[in-house]
T-cell receptor, first 113, second 115 residues
Framework: GQQLNQSPQSMFIQEGEDVSMNCTSSSIFNTWLWYKQDPGEGPVLLIALYKAGELTSNGRLTAQFGITRKDSFLNISASIPSDVGIYFCAGQDLIQGAQKLVFGQGTRLTINP | DAGVIQSPRHEVTEMGQEVTLRCKPISGHNSLFWYRQTMMRGLELLIYFNNNVPIDDSGMPEDRFSAKMPNASFSTLKIQPSEPRDSAVYFC?????????????FGEGSRLTVL
């Protein structure tokens, strides 16, 4: 089945640093999404990307849909304590199944104050 | 507006017992998803419904798992009999239109521990 490889698996950074994480796939996706999960809660959508090459920002977050449609990255600038959590990439293949999202394994972000 | 509501939040049970997890999707959403999250396997889609009809249950691990959606505002995921390897956090999610391009709204999850 489709798999997403997300890296890094974990990050330990200082407050104020920028963060970068990425996701690659063995197959093409029509949509890339980035979710964040706080402890004890469900994932929440941060950014959705619908076109190859698209670059989208949401506050301090920026994400890009790779030209090959097999990868995406998420950047967080000037990290703050509330950025702590697990970040998931997710891909959607509208041909395989309109609403099936495949999730990466997650990047756990820890911030030292 | 209320989000996706799941119950129970936590359940501890013994191997062999029946477990029923419940979900109330966001009002007006017509698609509902059940995911399972474990450290080893991450987030796995178990089954999803459109307009109360199961569309894809290929992620359901085995016959011990079953899911129903009797109406637009309620769904259940049942495990019978439960096994220790079923221990995980089970998430329900909903979305508001068919083929909606990925924006799922997740509940807070039901943490299941099978002893």
């Amino acid at each position: 089945g489709q798999q997403l490889n997300q890296s890094p698996q974990s990050m330990f950074i200082q407050e104020g640093e920028d963060v970068s994480m990425n996701c690659t796939s063995s197959s093409i996706f029509n949509t890339w999404l980035w979710y964040k999960q706080d402890p004890g809660e469900g994932p929440v959508l941060l950014i959705a990307l619908y076109k190859a090459g698209e670059l989208t920002s949401n506050g301090r977050l920026t994400a890009q849909f790779g030209i090959t449609r097999k990868d995406s990255f998420l950047n967080i600038s000037a990290s703050i304590p509330s950025d702590v959590g697990i970040y998931f990439c997710a891909g959607q293949d509208l041909i395989q199944g309109a609403q099936k999202l495949v999730f990466g394994q997650g990047t756990r972000l820890t911030i030292n104050p | 507006d209320a989000g996706v509501i799941q119950s129970p939040r936590h359940e501890v049970t013994e191997m062999g017992q029946e477990v029923t997890l419940r979900c109330k999707p966001i009002s007006g959403h017509n698609s509902l998803f059940w995911y399972r999250q474990t450290m080893m396997r991450g987030l796995e889609l178990l089954i999803y419904f459109n307009n109360n009809v199961p569309i894809d249950d290929s992620g359901m691990p085995e016959d011990r798992f079953s899911a129903k959606m009797p109406n637009a505002s309620f769904s259940t995921l049942k495990i019978q009999p439960s096994e220790p390897r079923d221990s995980a956090v089970y998430f329900c999610a909903s979305t508001h239109r068919r083929g909606s391009l990925g924006e799922l709204f997740f509940g807070e999850g039901s943490r299941l521990t099978v002893l």
